[in-house]
């Protein structure tokens, strides 16, 4: 019975080596032929000749720099050609070199201001954060040192008399007074 349970499994084994090889051997169906066509496509890149152009080489080896006037370091503009030749008698001034004018800075960011109002402050005595307290008119917004407002603005530090903040799309910081309510608002 041994012999042949090994005999089984050695037929068997023998059939799954010869189905591999003939699968990797024979390949079906067009999925393997079009495999084939965009790979000879990729061979192909679209140049008629692939030799050396030795006529454009020769070309360019025949080429003389010309002089500009133009300094191709600088971006300021060239000086213009002197008009016109001059006289037996006129003296040949040299060429003047443009100055370039040094890059104008761009302009420093500013940081945008609170779209709303900030009218008060609360603290309590037991060492907790301040909290500013602001308004757009209809909603009043309760915010702690360290919060965002509107999504915005990050608090920085709540005194007396002013809060700072920083935008927090661009790091810039600002500050807001304390804006006095009148009897009427």
Request: hydrophobic share 45%; no cysteine; proline share 11%.
């Amino acid at each position: 019975m041994k012999q042949r349970a090994q005999l089984a499994l050695f037929l068997i084994l023998a059939a799954v080596a010869g189905a591999v090889w003939y699968v990797t051997l024979h390949p079906r169906g067009p999925e393997v032929s079009a495999a084939a066509g965009e790979i000879a496509a990729v061979d192909k890149l679209g140049v008629d000749n692939p030799q050396l152009h030795w006529w454009k080489i020769a070309s360019a080896r025949k080429t003389t720099y010309e002089y500009s006037r133009r300094n191709i370091f600088s971006a300021a503009a060239a000086v213009p050609a002197p008009q016109g030749r001059p006289g037996k008698g006129a003296a040949v001034q040299p060429p003047l070199h443009a100055v370039p004018q040094p890059p104008v800075p761009p302009p420093a960011p500013v940081v945008a201001p609170l779209p709303v109002k900030f009218f008060g402050y609360a603290s309590a005595p037991s060492r907790s954060p301040h909290r500013a307290f602001f308004t757009d008119g209809e909603q009043v917004y309760v915010v702690g040192e360290g919060e965002l407002l509107l999504g915005r603005f990050r608090i920085v530090r709540i005194e007396i008399n002013r809060v700072e903040y920083e935008e927090v799309a661009t790091g810039l910081r600002g500050s807001a007074i304390l804006e006095e309510q009148s009897p009427g608002s």
